[in-house]
């Protein structure tokens, strides 16, 4: 199963989302160090609307997210953008 793939199953399962993208950046972030060639999963962006991050500080919604792929960073995912929303805010996406 790719990175990806891991990461929207377990954000489907925690959160049940309404709406969800994971978006694999890693090209976009080629060469920004030495080990760092823009291939493999190592950069993701996530979108997630969910009933769950009701009431939720934007930085509980992070916590939230992060130490849930918590095995994902173990295994050699580097960096992960988060846009986290409950239904009815406004996104940028």
Avoid: N, Y
Avoid at 7 to 33: C, N, T, Y
Avoid at 49 to 56: C, E, I, T
């Amino acid at each position: 199963m790719s990175v990806r793939s891991a990461i929207e199953a377990k954000l489907v399962d925690a959160f049940h989302p309404e709406r969800l993208a994971v978006l694999d950046e890693s090209m976009q972030h080629a060469g920004h160090q030495p080990d760092m060639t823009g291939s493999g999963e190592t950069h993701m962006r996530i979108r997630i609307v969910a009933d769950a991050f009701s009431g939720m500080s934007r930085v509980a919604r992070h916590r939230a997210i992060t130490d849930l792929l918590k095995p994902e960073f173990d295994a050699g995912l580097h960096a992960l953008a988060i846009e986290a929303a409950a239904p009815g805010e406004e996104t940028r996406w």
